[in-house]
């Protein structure tokens, strides 16, 4: 069946960085665009980048645009996010999903970051 297992998360002061990854499984992985979505506590999910099924093309919520960065390695069947210069409102649980609204989502891996 679809799985999707997040792992990377931590906690980290502002300004440090953290590498999110996700490894897929159950469904061919490089088909598929994939998503990285997040949820704060109290929130809804968020989008927060986009890769194409190649890993060309790449999009970013404004939040994160210069710091995150969204890539994927199709023959290891596994996406990341690299994390920089985070900020307190980056914390949150992180999924990856294969779809933009957070469907079919992994459960996910949290980031804290303290103000």
């Known amino acids: 069946q679809v799985q999707l297992v997040e792992s990377g998360g931590g906690l980290v002061q502002p300004g440090w960085s953290l590498r999110l990854s996700c490894a897929a499984s159950g469904f061919t992985f490089r088909s598929y665009g994939m998503y990285w979505v997040r949820q704060a506590p109290g929130k809804g999910l968020e989008w927060v980048s986009s890769i194409n099924s190649g890993g060309v093309d790449t999009t970013y919520a404004n939040s994160v645009k210069e710091r995150f960065t969204i890539s994927r390695d199709n023959a290891k069947n596994t996406l990341y996010l690299q994390m920089n210069s985070l900020r307190s409102e980056d914390a949150a649980k992180y999924y990856c999903?294969?779809?933009?609204?957070?469907?079919?989502r992994g459960q996910g891996t949290q980031v804290t970051v303290p103000s």
């Open positions: 999903a294969r779809g933009p609204t957070g469907g079919g």
